[in-house]
Structure formats: C-alpha cells, structure tokens
C-alpha cells in the first residue's frame, strides 16, 4: 500500500492485467495517467510485461492495434483525460470492425470535476459507444468500503475483449475493444514499494464455440476476406471447394485458389451457377463478391469475426466456424474453377535473360540482345510489378501488411496463391494509421521470435496521413521494417470515380487528388528512418532481398495513370 490510493488501484489492476496474460501495454504521457504509466513500467522491469511509448494517442491507438492483430491477446492502451482519450477512436474502430481485441484503459477526472469546467474534463464514460463490447466507469480509488476498488476489473475487461458475453449489443465470441474509464484523485500516485509485482499468467484464449456442419451437395465456394487466415484454406480443402481468396485474407494459398475470380465471378456460366458461399473473414476488395453475398437465390453461411454480422442478402446465416460432412466431394465442379483459374494465371517476373542472344556471333544479334536486357533493368516500376516484387521477396516467417491505397486492389487483382502472414485495416478501409499498425505488428512478431522482415505496402497519402508514426523512441527496440511508398502524387484511386468523367479537372484534382509536394526523404532523413528512392524492378529486388536491421523507407514514383 502507498499513501496514494490511484497508485494502489492501478498497480493492482495492472498486476491483475499481466496475471489475465496481457503481455503489451502502449502508453501515452499524460499527469492524470501517471498512476497506470508507472505500475506498466514497474511490470516491464521486471519483463512481466513489455512497454511501448508513443507521444501521440491515435498512433500509441494503432500500434496497439498491430500487436493485438498480431498476437491476437487483448493489448492495453494508457492516455490521459481530454482530447488523448478521443484520439484512440479511429483505432477503437478499426478493431471492432475487425474483431481485433483492445483494452482502453483511460485516466479521468472524478464525477465531481466532470461537467463543470475544470481543466481537461470533458465526458469520458461511453466515449467509444458503440464501439466496445464493454466498457465500465471505474469508481474512485479510497471510496469503495474495505478498499479493493478496482478489484475484479482485469479479469472483466479480458474476458470482454476476447468475446465473452458483455454488451447486450455484442456478437458472442468475437474479440474486440474494452474501455476502461478510470477516474483518479489526488495525489495521482506515489512511488510503488519495491515489492510490487506480478506474475504473467498464460495468454487468454478466444471462446470457442460449436461448428456449423456443412452438409456436401450443393455447388460451393469458400470466400476468404480479411484476416479470413488459414482456416479458410483448410475448409476450400477439406470440402474440395474453390477458393476465393482476397490478397488480404491470409489464405491465398493452397491447391484451391481461384486466380482472376473478378471474371470468373462475373461469369455466368461458372459464378452465376454458384449455390452455396461460405465466407470467412470480411471481404471488401471487389465489387464481384458484393454481388455475390447480396444474391437472395445463394445460401451464404458466413463465420462470424468481426462486431457486425455479415447479411448483405437478408437472409446471411451466421456461423461461430464450419466444419465438412464427410463425403464424396464435386469434382466437376472443382474441375470447371481450376481450368479458368490457370487460364488466369498472371506472370510479372521479368523474362529471362537470351543467353543465346547475348552470346551470339552475330554482332546485330549481340547488340539488340543486350539492348533487350538494358531496357527490362531500366524500365521504370508500374503497380503490378511493384507489388509482384514484395510478394515474391516474402515468406512465412515475414509479415506483410498492406494500406488501403490502390496498390492492395492490383495486389488483390495480379498476384498469385503464396503462403504469406498477410494483414491490413479493412474494418473499414482507413487510410490512416497503417504505418503504425505496422510497427505493432512488427514489434510484436519479433518479440514472439519471428525471424523476418515486417513490409508495409501503401500510398503517398495513406504514408502523409500516419506521419506521426514514424516517431519511436531512441530507447526502444528497433523493428525490421521496409515501409514501400507507392508515390504518384496524391490520391489517385479517385481517377476511377465516375465523377470524374464529367466535374471540372482542377477541382477533382483539388479536392480527390489532392496533390502534395512533401519530401518524403526528408521526411525519412528527419524521423531518423533509412530512405532509398527506387525506379525499377531489378533495384526494388535488390532493396527487398537485402538484410533489413532497422526501419526502412523505400518509395518508388509511380505514374498517375
Ligand atoms: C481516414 C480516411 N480518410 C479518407 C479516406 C478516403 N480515401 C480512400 S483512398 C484515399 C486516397 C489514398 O491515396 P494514396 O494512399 O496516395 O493511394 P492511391 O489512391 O494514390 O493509390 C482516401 C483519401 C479513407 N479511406 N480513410
Ligand atoms: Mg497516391
């Protein structure tokens, strides 16, 4: 016991979190707060827990959002009262939307300084409603009888973020965020005893619940969207379906995959004759498979992973997970799925080099050979073979993530089935807080021993918009990280509105593109980040092959078109 009771509530409800298997806490500066910071940072000491610092709330928000994405163990997130609380909200969600667990863990003023002008108050409890599966307004630490104030809250707020019951309004079994607004008195804290302590209990475990036995005949497709993951593969497998797997699913991989599914869907002799879909994850890259989950003559059981239901047709029979009746699968209709998806197969690899040519002893041949393999070194990126290069430079023990510019489309429509830790933000789709989700994630695989490279994909505005993120601590770890900005000046995903084929060119520009003339290598030069500018495929393949041993910049122009 201190002479503080914030600092006694909030050492125990920190002890309590680490003892519930909460292994990463990302925290804010902040004097309301300081209780939480310094029982954290006591725990991280000891290396019951690890601590990461970010100035900036929706950036300490996201990172703690790539490390829950990561280790799928609810992450806790310290701020102070005001305007640092509202900032965690675009992460907050992000991470309902996506079924990714979140403990907020928010430092208040008491009731009685609430709604009467005192500094930094402002109203915290609900803040994040709808939006958290549980959320709780703490009472005030020394006002509880017998002490204990915040007794029993931990062990509340993982449950809740790992998808037990909890809000009326919440899916069962889907992970998500908590809020905890925790108001504090003076004095705020005191120096903990030297004996503080915890003991970090195992990581929690998601509910499980029982399958949904897919019965064999119909003709069916399995739908993996984001964070779908391996399970989607599993089940195209076990059920010998084909497989439609979004680039961000996790499970583009595997005998089933269908490649080029746009077209494919569209047609009516094969997409149009589908009669079952089971969907996995949530799928938002092609307007194909919108269509498809909004047929009412389709039976679509879709396995439930984020706060909504999926129900685009009214009548989306939700799953917790699926399983497969055994049976003598349709191997026809396998058949038809495989034999148009090798006809769409893509190859972007540059060719290879005419040996013959190059060593002919005709001096004509010679020159148009080597003139030939001068013009493949040099010819400048395009979208595909700058996404092609990252797919093919990333292997299971490396992480990719991409941002939601137009490059995660062409990656969606170009590449092939890889085995490769695929994630990114299609809760919904924001351009923001990529890089820093990125830096979680990569924080947090390299803490659980993954060996490799975390690469992030994304634009020049999705790069401009999380800046902030690119600030870290010079007493932190370092990530390995190569952050691949696709630069084309603004943001040309806009150029595809049909707007744009009738409203005035210098306001679309004005108010879609939105040219911009930062430097990002000053940038990179000022955030202390290694930056290389890259124009063609073979230097790109060199960059991404090369030993990465700290954060990295790599941007390669693009042209608009
Ligand atoms: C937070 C947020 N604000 C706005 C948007 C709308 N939006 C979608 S894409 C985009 C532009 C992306 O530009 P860039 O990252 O350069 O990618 P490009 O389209 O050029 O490939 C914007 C503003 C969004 N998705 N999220
Ligand atoms: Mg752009």
Redesign the pocket.
């Known amino acids: 016991m201190t002479s503080s009771p914030a600092a006694d509530a909030a050492a125990s409800l920190l002890a309590d979190l680490a003892g519930n298997g909460i292994r990463d806490v990302v925290i804010s500066p902040g004097s309301r707060s300081q209780a939480l910071a310094l029982a954290a940072a006591h725990l991280a000491h000891q290396g019951v827990i690890r601590v990461h610092v970010r100035i900036d709330e929706r950036v300490a928000g996201f990172t703690a959002l790539g490390i829950a994405r990561e280790t799928r163990v609810p992450t806790a997130v310290i701020c102070t009262s005001g305007t640092a609380a509202a900032n965690l909200l675009?992460a907050t969600m992000e991470a309902f939307h996506s079924g990714v667990p979140l403990l907020l863990l928010t430092a208040d003023r008491p009731p009685e300084l609430r709604g009467v002008g005192a500094n930094q108050a402002t109203i915290q409890p609900g803040l994040f409603d709808p939006f958290v599966r549980w959320q709780h307004d703490a009472p005030v630490p020394g006002t509880t009888p017998g002490g204990g104030d915040w007794d029993g809250l931990g062990v509340q707020a993982v449950a809740a973020a790992m998808g037990a019951d909890a809000a009326p309004a919440a899916i069962p079994g889907v992970a998500g965020p908590v809020h905890l607004n925790l108001p504090m008195r003076e004095p705020l804290s005191n120096a903990l005893p030297v004996e503080y302590g915890a003991s970090a209990g195992a990581a929690p475990t998601p509910e499980s619940a029982a399958p949904v036995m897919l019965e064999r005949g119909p003709r069916t497709v399995v739908i993996a969207g984001a964070d779908a993951g391996a399970a989607a593969e599993e089940l195209s497998h076990t059920g010998s379906w084909p497989l439609i797997a979004e680039i961000v699913s996790g499970a583009r991989f595997g005998r089933y995959v269908v490649h080029g599914y746009r077209e494919h869907l569209r047609d009516e002799s094969l997409g149009g004759r589908i009669e079952r879909v089971i969907v996995l994850g949530h799928p938002t890259l092609s307007r194909e498979v919108t269509a498809l989950l909004r047929r009412d003559d389709v039976d679509i059981v879709a396995v439930r992973s984020g706060g909504e239901e999926l129900n685009m047709n009214g009548r989306t029979r939700a799953a917790a997970s699926a399983s497969v009746e055994p049976g003598a699968p349709d191997r026809e209709w396998l058949g038809e799925w495989m034999r148009a998806s090798s006809g769409s197969l893509i190859d972007l690899s540059e060719s290879a080099p005419d040996h013959e040519g190059l060593h002919s002893a005709d001096p004509a041949i010679r020159r148009d050979a080597v003139r030939a393999e001068l013009d493949a070194v040099r010819r400048p990126l395009d979208?595909e073979r700058l996404v092609d290069a990252v797919w093919r430079a990333t292997w299971p023990h490396d992480r990719l993530m991409f941002?939601?510019?137009?490059?995660v489309r062409v990656a969606d429509t170009v590449l092939r089935g890889k085995k490769v830790s695929v994630h990114s933000n299609r809760g919904?789709?924001?351009?923001?807080g990529t890089v820093a989700t990125a830096t979680g994630i990569a924080i947090a695989s390299q803490a659980e021993g993954a060996a490799g490279v975390t690469r992030v994909v994304?634009?020049?505005?999705?790069?401009l918009?999380d800046v902030g993120a690119l600030l870290f601590p010079p007493d932190e770890q370092e990530p390995r990280i190569q952050v691949i900005v696709?630069?084309?000046g603004?943001?040309?995903?806009?150029d595809g509105l049909e707007v744009a084929a009738s409203a005035p060119r210098a306001d679309l520009d004005r108010v879609?593109y939105?040219p911009h003339t930062a430097q990002i290598e000053q940038l990179a030069r000022a955030y202390g980040w290694e930056y290389q500018r890259i124009t063609t495929r073979a230097a790109l393949d060199q960059a991404l092959t090369s030993p990465v041993t700290g954060r990295q910049i790599i941007e390669v122009p693009?042209p608009r078109g």
């Open positions: 675009p979208r941002g939601s510019s137009r490059l919904l789709a924001g351009i923001d994304l634009g020049d505005l999705a790069f918009h696709g630069n084309d603004g943001g040309t995903i806009f879609f939105t693009l």
